[in-house]
DNA sequence: AGACTAAGTTTCAAATAGTGAAACCAAAGG
DNA sequence: CCTTTGGTTTCACTATTTGAAACTTAGTCT
């Protein structure tokens, strides 16, 4: 099942074909994409070979299989730097860290997905790539809520469509209108809570990061369980966090002006 | 100057925009990468519109720039997982790190360029995103010229071609002549230096980290100032990073063949 | 051995997708 | 109001991509 939406040209279906391989996480053999895919056998190969050309995928010659290239490292380690917010949040993310001992997400939406960016937690010590750059849903965590609230209606539109709406709790919205409904009350609440949507006793309260043009940039939560603290407990942090949210946005915006000279 | 080698099709191009946008290190205007390639207005256009369609870049449409997007960051987390060295090697570096209370490098190949991959750094705690993904040159570390060392001909000569032989310091092997001879030196010794060839001060000892069947994964190396220590206390620490090197060698491959039901 | 089969690679005419000069549009600036 | 600068669209031309089918290996079975 190719299952991909919008599809431009060559570009489209060999970052479709990097894709496929990322998803199955190990090297992989050309005829188990061959079966995964709907293209061709000869197109694929041809895919393959180019992106494996350019670095962007490794075949190792002993047992033929693909895996991503380094040169996504490279990549991302500019992406990360650049793109994303985590690099400028970092000292917000230690202080927020540090004053609610809790653990604490940054997270971005990346089509219909949350993209988690950077990771502050309780216990362990920073691990970044292992822990950022993972995905989850949007429908059903606090990142994901708070970020949908404040979308443009279109996006919005686009993001609902790439929802599952898998049921994974008792408490998941599972429904097209139950969200909506909730997305009204993140809107005049100001942030979103996380009650035991994704995860039984994992609960949070999340915030969105605002451009002053009222853009989504992203969102930042502080997570905890339901065995160490409650709603109430977490909600008292809201002003916090939105305030560091409030400083996030403002260090992105002003960071986006460099040049005056 | 465009400046890229090998160029198959479309997605050579796009990819090459991809670069170019991650060189600049910051949003940049269409403008501005107009001035830089030498694609046309029209195709450049296109290809960017592209990439942002696909969530490769992200065009803020306030400014009008272009910036690495966030799909790059998720496709890297998986490459970081799955195709380098680094979550294998882990452990092992933690180990190392206290061993010889030294900074670490873990590093592989790109394309004639060493890419750290990841780093135990002697005073700050660990940084991963921020330091892994950096890229350096070949001929002047010890890490670069540990792999040289152990390629296959035909890889060496690709490689060879495509270092810049700058001299950064007094020291620096400035020439493909002397590199060769250094490259024989390290086959016989077993590992490298680095004798402040590229940065004043900084020495090295390396360790190439090679499969079974002696094709080059990585290397490993334990790098101090001439402040702290001498090449030779360094290199006594020399088969201590060997038989690390061997280890995380042997985990990468049985990790390789998990198959076996 | 010889005869199958599975997995990967190459060919080649047809068709599609990419190209880029030039025209166009919009917003600044004079 | 006219011009410039920066960005977007058009459209005829062409190069690139496409994919069925043929071809190679390398195993496997008898």
């Not at 539109?157 to 209108?177: C, G, I, K, V």
Request: aromatic residues 6%; charged residues 20%.
């Amino acid at each position: 099942m190719g299952a991909e939406g919008h599809q431009d040209g060559t570009v489209g279906k060999a970052l479709d074909v990097l894709d496929m391989v990322a998803r199955h996480g190990r090297p992989v053999r050309f005829s188990d994409l061959l079966a995964q895919s709907d293209y061709p056998k000869a197109t694929l190969f041809r895919l393959l070979q180019t992106l494996a050309n350019q670095g962007m995928l490794s075949l190792d010659p002993d047992t033929g299989t693909y895996s991503l290239g380094v040169r996504l490292v490279r990549l991302a380690h500019a992406a990360w730097a650049q793109s994303s917010l985590a690099p400028i949040a970092r000292p917000y993310l230690d202080d927020l860290a540090a004053k609610t001992g809790e653990t604490i997400h940054l997270a971005q939406m990346d089509l219909g997905q949350v993209l988690y960016v950077d990771k502050r937690n309780a216990a362990k010590p920073v691990e970044m790539f292992a822990q950022a750059g993972k995905v989850g849903p949007a429908y059903c965590t606090g990142v994901g809520k708070a970020m949908l609230a404040y979308l443009p209606p279109d996006v919005l539109a686009d993001a609902l469509a790439r929802q599952s709406f898998h049921r994974h709790t008792p408490h998941t919205l599972a429904s097209r209108e139950a969200l909506l409904a909730e997305l009204q009350a993140i809107r005049a609440r100001g942030h979103a809570w996380d009650q035991e949507e994704h995860e039984a006793g994992i609960i949070c309260c999340a915030v969105p990061i605002l451009s002053r043009q009222g853009r989504v940039m992203g969102a930042l939560s502080v997570t905890s369980t339901t065995a160490r603290t409650t709603l109430d407990a977490l909600g008292a942090q809201a002003p916090t966090i939105k305030d560091i949210a409030a400083r996030i946005a403002a260090a992105a915006e002003s960071w986006r002006f460099p040049e005056q000279a």
